[in-house]
């Protein structure tokens, strides 16, 4: 099977694994496959055509993406703290 992933260029590539953390192209967002804003943001039928994939959070980062306030708690508090440091 082959999957579709975005890499630190921000250009699809093909993949013989699946990625680790989907994204939200429109807003720049990365996060958990299981996130749960993710998951209700695609049962109420959006999302999915804006939905990327990514192998780590090191190639969703370099693609310009940040993680997620709901699921990547941790990682969107120290990545807001950055941004409130080179405003």
């Known amino acids: 099977m082959t999957w579709w992933l975005t890499g630190a260029d921000g250009q699809r590539y093909e993949s013989d694994t699946p990625g680790t953390l989907g994204g939200y192209r429109p807003r720049r967002i990365y996060g958990r496959l299981d996130c749960p ?23 969703a980062v370099a693609a310009g993406y940040r993680p997620c306030g709901n699921c990547l708690r941790a990682e969107y508090a120290a990545w807001k703290a950055a941004q409130s440091e080179h405003p």
Not at 37 to 52: F, M, N, P, Q, W
């Open 37 to 59: 804003s993710a998951l209700r943001a695609i049962r109420k039928g959006g999302y999915v055509d804006h939905r990327v994939f990514f192998a780590d959070a090191e190639a």
